[in-house]
């Protein structure tokens, strides 16, 4: 099948088909800011909207179109995200303490998220509807329970235990053996929630390039030298915000980050418009989903209720929509065989940034670059999570004293011989594609 194919060639995703971009920066580069940011994402507009209004000036430059990368093309599924590792992971590392401190970042973050739309008046769709998380048999049911057992210590987490019979009330399929329900989760709509961001940082006299690639960083005194592919820029203080495409578009000069990401494909589908009632089956109460796999699967209902999201690992390192779209669909129908004839109206893709901790990271570069800060490392869980690190990475730009996260105590640390590129990553899938399938 032929999808439908955006400007620049990428391939459209299902968001961005009605949802207009505001017109960005037309003008040339300024000659100096006193903070420019690279990467226009979630993180990069947030950190320049808290900016803003404190009366920074500031440039975002982002290689590729804006919303072409994660922010604007991804599930659209907000919540606590509370760590890969889960709390037996990091108490082993990091001991008891530390551990629940992470955690409960996580209900930090969409704490702030959900207060952070309303204040600024952001029409993105966001619903807190929950999310159902399957599982396949007793035994991981009991798991998830003793799980959530230990994080009811975090405040504000909420949950509620599905048992077999009841199934059939979060979602319509036979896949599932029990689940829980997630209270504190929700969806929204992330291109709108980008244009939106767009427009306020435009209308606080903000600058946004896309299509501008940075090509290399140097320093004068105490001031950054951007060498851009549309001009120069200097600026007092850097922030790197490029998540999933630090390798693509890695900066000379730079390493740094790019040894300390992993990019992932991220592929997702959108199905045709299907009756309210098919809907209404699929998910009865209108909530995010997804399992227990190890290869991460996630699904919803449009935000308008007319079409299913489905969302999974890419099968390889390229952006290939119509590569994805036959696997993507084969996943959907294991769980939902009622659409094995149902068509798919748009594919695509893009990369998601994992670390090799699991978890996201935020601070400050030391040595001779102590105006460089950074967030990323979303690990797949990045809309509200790099809202609220930008929030507080804003604060810790502005010098503010009450900036500090538990994110900020951890080492961000590469391995030998890793260049950005995840050569082992087709290895791990194949073996998680084992491990999800001895687990049914």
């Known amino acids: 099948m032929t999808y439908n194919t955006a400007q620049n060639g990428f391939a459209l995703p299902y968001w961005h088909d009605h949802v207009s971009m505001p017109q960005l920066s037309q003008e040339a580069l300024p000659e100096s800011v006193d903070c420019a940011i690279v990467g226009a994402g979630f993180t990069g507009l947030c950190v320049a909207l808290h900016l803003l209004q404190a009366e920074r000036s500031v440039v975002l430059l982002d290689a590729m179109p804006l919303g072409q990368g994660a922010s604007g093309k991804n599930g659209g599924m907000v919540g606590p995200s509370l760590h890969k590792l889960g709390l037996d992971g990091l108490k082993n590392i990091y001991g008891e303490d530390q551990a629940y401190a992470i955690l409960q970042e996580g209900m930090h973050a969409i704490n702030y998220f959900q207060q952070f739309i309303s204040a600024q008046g952001l029409d993105c769709d966001l619903h807190m509807t929950g999310r159902f998380t399957g599982v396949h048999n007793q035994q991981q049911l009991d798991e998830l329970a003793l799980k959530c ?107 740094h980050f790019k040894r300390r990401v992993i990019p992932l494909t991220s592929a997702m589908i959108a199905t045709e418009e299907l009756p309210p009632a098919t809907i209404n089956e699929l998910f009865p109460k209108a909530r995010m989903h997804g399992g227990n796999h190890r290869l991460v699967q996630y699904y919803r209902p449009s935000p308008d209720g007319k079409r299913v999201l489905f969302g999974a690992r890419g099968i390889d390192f390229w952006d290939r929509p119509s590569h994805n779209s036959a696997n993507l669909k084969k996943l959907m129908t294991n769980i939902f065989p009622q659409l094995g004839d149902t068509k798919i109206d748009y594919s695509w893709c893009g990369k998601v940034a994992y670390t090799f901790d699991h978890g996201p990271h935020i601070g400050q570069l030391t040595s001779n670059q102590e105006n460089i800060y950074y967030a990323m490392g979303y690990c797949g869980s990045g809309v509200a999570r790099s809202t609220y690190l930008a929030s507080r990475l804003a604060k810790q730009i502005l010098g503010e004293t009450d900036f500090h996260t538990a994110f900020h105590d951890l080492p961000f640390n590469s391995r030998p011989f890793y260049n950005g590129k995840p050569w082992f990553m087709p290895l791990v899938l194949k073996w998680h594609g084992v491990l999800d399938r001895l687990g049914r």
Do not use: C
């Not at 909420?158 to 504190?184: D, F, N, R, T």
């Not at 961001?197 to 951007?226: C, N, P």
């Open 149 to 255: 057992e230990q994080f009811e210590r975090l405040d504000g987490f909420k949950y509620k235990l599905i048992e077999p019979h009841q199934v059939h009330q979060e979602i319509g399929s036979e896949h599932y053996y029990g689940g829980m329900v997630y209270h504190q989760d929700g969806g929204l709509h992330p291109y709108k929630l980008v244009t939106q961001l767009a427009q306020k940082v435009m209308q606080l006299g903000g600058q946004i390039f896309d299509q501008t690639e940075v090509l290399a960083l140097s320093k004068s005194a105490d001031k950054h030298r951007l060498h851009s592919s549309k001009g120069q820029i200097t600026a007092k203080q850097l922030v790197i915000a490029t998540n999933g495409y630090s390798k693509r578009f890695e900066l000379a000069n730079q390493p």
